[in-house]
């Protein structure tokens, strides 16, 4: 049975869509959504547009539908769960394992195995499935958020969109440093000629990225990575673009690499740190990469 919401706004100018994620309790995209599919009046009437503003004493009603079944099927496979309550989970994604089913990636997703471990998984978006808050690529390994709830999910992604979780990466690039550390601010955006690919452009959208040396090694370096922003392939267009690559990167790489690494570029998510959306806790978590990337660290260790 579809969810009601009704209140009337107290403050003037407010935007409709906001006013309508606060009282929902969901993502304002969310809400922007609703209103365009006419699930919210204002004072009887559809609003001509999620942006309108209220007028003090406007009456608001919405309506939140059912969640869909989800399209991707549970399936029993192996995941490293490192912590787990009632709200929030945080799992450890291995090399290799797509986020997300996609076209050609339909099966063996980390989203397939959740469904099958996580009995409680938020639904906004529309469709029963795990609130995954932000994802990484498919070759880089480490620790991702789930949200099982939509309380949990608001939260989360509020505070991604304040730069307030903290994320760092280990990475090990090609070449050698002068500086010990510093930050990469450029827009990333489609590959004006390959939409396969990213690329810093003008009119992507904001990203930066801050570096600081871990370890010099022979002829590559291992540096910790710091996202303000998330965007895609965000550390491996950026550090490609200061003449570092992230080694085994096969898209942004050389293509002749110094090494022949297999498996995808040495991007590691060790770190990981959120506020819990219900008791406010301030939550952290670690992870050490995986034995591909540690070989290969301790490979160029050797003199």
């Given amino acids: 049975m579809a969810q009601v919401f009704e209140a009337v706004a107290a403050q003037a100018g407010e935007r409709l869509d906001v006013f309508v994620a606060q009282l929902m309790g969901v993502t304002r995209s969310r809400a922007a959504t609703l209103i365009e599919e006419g699930r919210v009046r204002v004072d009887g009437a559809a609003p001509a547009k999620a942006g309108v503003k209220l007028k003090p004493g406007a009456a608001v009603w919405a309506e939140l539908p059912d969640a869909a079944p989800a399209a991707a099927q549970a399936e029993d496979i192996p995941i490293d769960i490192r912590y787990e309550d009632d709200d929030v989970a945080v799992v450890f994604k291995p090399s290799g394992m797509v986020v997300h089913p996609a076209a050609g990636n339909e099966t063996g997703t980390l989203v397939n195995a959740l469904l099958a471990r996580l009995d409680n998984l938020s639904g906004i978006g529309g469709e029963i499935r795990p609130g995954i808050v932000h994802r990484i690529d498919k070759d880089t390994s480490g620790l991702l958020l789930v949200a099982k709830n939509d309380r949990a999910h608001v939260s989360l992604s509020e505070q991604i969109k304040a730069h307030a979780v903290h ?20 827009p990333i955006g489609r590959h004006p000629q390959d939409r396969k690919k990213m690329a810093i452009v003008p009119t992507g959208r904001t990203a930066t990225t801050h570096w600081q040396v871990r ?34 990167d096969p898209v942004y790489g050389p293509k002749r690499s110094p090494w022949p690494v297999t498996g995808g570029q040495l991007l590691h998510a060790y770190r990981i740190g959120f ?4 008791t406010g806790e301030e939550m952290l978590f670690e992870a050490d990469p995986e034995p591909r990337f540690l070989h290969w660290l301790e490979k160029l260790r050797e003199a």
């Fill in 215 to 248: 370890e010099r090694l022979r002829g590559a370096t291992l540096v910790e990575c710091r996202l303000t922003t998330g965007r895609t392939h965000q550390i491996r267009v950026h550090m490609a673009s200061i003449g570092h690559p992230v080694l085994g």
């Fill in 275 to 278: 506020k819990h959306p219900v």
């Fill in 167 to 186: 994320r760092a990466y280990l990475a090990i690039v090609i070449g050698g440093f002068r500086e010990d550390e510093g930050t990469v601010d450029a």
